[in-house]
């Protein structure tokens, strides 16, 4: 039986069960030759992986095996029409020692509602949590211990019928890797709005977390940096005048004392940080406004003196502060991070409750037994 409960003693202790089909560790560890406090995002991953297997219409089997290259054909959809979704969610090893998940229920209800919108099996509960669970249990030890560090998981689903018809395939994996990470941006970013190419459409998939929304955002970036930005702030696909998200972040903003960002329309992904931090900013007092933002309200704050912080939020960042917004040939600096009020506070406060520092009021953390 595989258990875990919160470390909060408001929000009720879940169990679950998933039986392995087969538990193959590695002979040997490669924990050794790594320093987990010091690797680049997402290039350095654990000894092991789960994976569940998809065929005729049920779940049939599952196991954890050590890292290794995926054994698949050249044929599969997830490779040629992008039936592939994925998840982004972290773990943390507390001050006791223990290890955390953040939220991880909103990440199983979300690869779900991905999995409907492209037509791909959903992965029931036991599966998503027991996996994730087990492997934690074994690669616990990869949790960085420094204080900006997290174990990066990394959930997906890939269509993998050997078929090259266009149609939803009929079997699937469902995998997780997990990778040790410290701070995904080192410095404030710098920012382009973007006014011709768009990440998202009405009625399409910018509300889930299928591939294809991060391949089609690649080029517009590039055509930013050769500019000298990092990022893109992505503008509505119709009139380019409403900000949307930026670069695979959502998108806030602090003008005078209210929180704004914009709403969650089936162009943006409901980010769970994005979540998180309105509900932190409700806590605190502010005002928060989700609804359209427009570029002439962003400019008109900056002018007026009102803008007071913007910056990105999603679970790989945490929080990614804006310094300056570019748009129609013109830098807008924002003020420095060291006047900022709100988005400081945000990764102070979410950085000692994950690490076990401060009461977790919201219940947020569930612990690994
Ligand atoms: C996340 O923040 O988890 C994301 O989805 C960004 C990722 C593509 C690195």
């Known amino acids: 039986m595989l258990t875990w409960q919160t470390i909060n003693t408001h929000v009720m202790i879940t169990t679950a069960q998933l039986h392995l089909d087969k538990v193959t560790l590695t002979k040997k560890s490669r924990l050794a030759d ?31 095996e050590p890292y290794g290259n995926a054994p698949m054909s050249y044929a599969v959809s997830a490779l040629h029409y992008g039936q592939t979704i994925f998840e982004g969610m972290k ?42 669970v087990e492997l934690l249990k074994i690669d616990k030890d990869w949790i960085p211990t420094d204080e900006f560090g997290s174990l990066y998981i990394r959930p997906f689903i890939i269509a993998t019928d050997e078929a090259i018809g266009v149609r939803p395939a009929e079997t699937y994996k469902f995998v997780i890797i997990m990778a040790p990470a410290g701070k995904y941006y080192s410095e404030p970013l710098k920012v382009l709005i ?10 399409g998939v910018g ?5 294809g929304n991060y391949g089609r955002s690649l080029y517009p970036t590039i055509l930013a940096q050769k500019k000298g930005y990092q990022q893109v702030i992505w503008t509505d696909s119709k009139t380019h ?40 900013a ?26 007071k912080e913007a910056f990105g939020t999603g679970t790989a960042a945490t929080i990614a502060h804006i310094q300056t917004i570019g748009y129609k040939d013109h830098d807008y600096q924002l003020p420095p991070i060291e006047e900022r009020k709100f988005s400081p506070k945000v990764d102070d406060t979410l950085r000692a409750i994950r690490k076990g520092k401060i009461e977790d009021t919201f219940g947020w953390m569930e612990k690994v037994c």
């Open 91 to 132: 773990a943390f090893r507390t001050v006791k020692d223990e290890t955390v998940l953040f939220r991880p229920q909103e990440n199983f209800h979300r690869l779900n509602k991905s999995a409907i919108r492209m037509a791909m099996p959903e992965v029931p509960e036991e599966i998503f949590m027991g996996g994730l």
């Open 207 to 211: 509300f889930v977390k299928n591939g």
């Open 34 to 64: 790594q320093d987990v406090n010091k690797v680049p995002f997402g290039k350095v991953f654990t000894d092991h992986i789960f994976v569940a297997e998809y065929e005729d219409g049920k779940w049939i089997k599952s196991y954890i």
């Open 282 to 307: 409700r806590l605190w007092g502010y005002d928060v406004e989700e609804r359209k933002v427009s570029i002439k309200e962003v400019i008109e704050a900056h002018e007026n003196g009102t803008l």
């Open 241 to 280: 005048q409403y900000v949307e998200e930026s670069g695979t972040m959502n998108l806030m903003f602090v003008i005078g004392n209210k929180v704004i960002t914009p709403g969650l329309e089936d162009t943006i992904l409901a980010g769970i940080t994005r979540d998180t931090v309105l509900k932190l």
């Open 194 to 203: 973007e006014s011709s190419y768009f990440r998202s459409v009405e009625g």
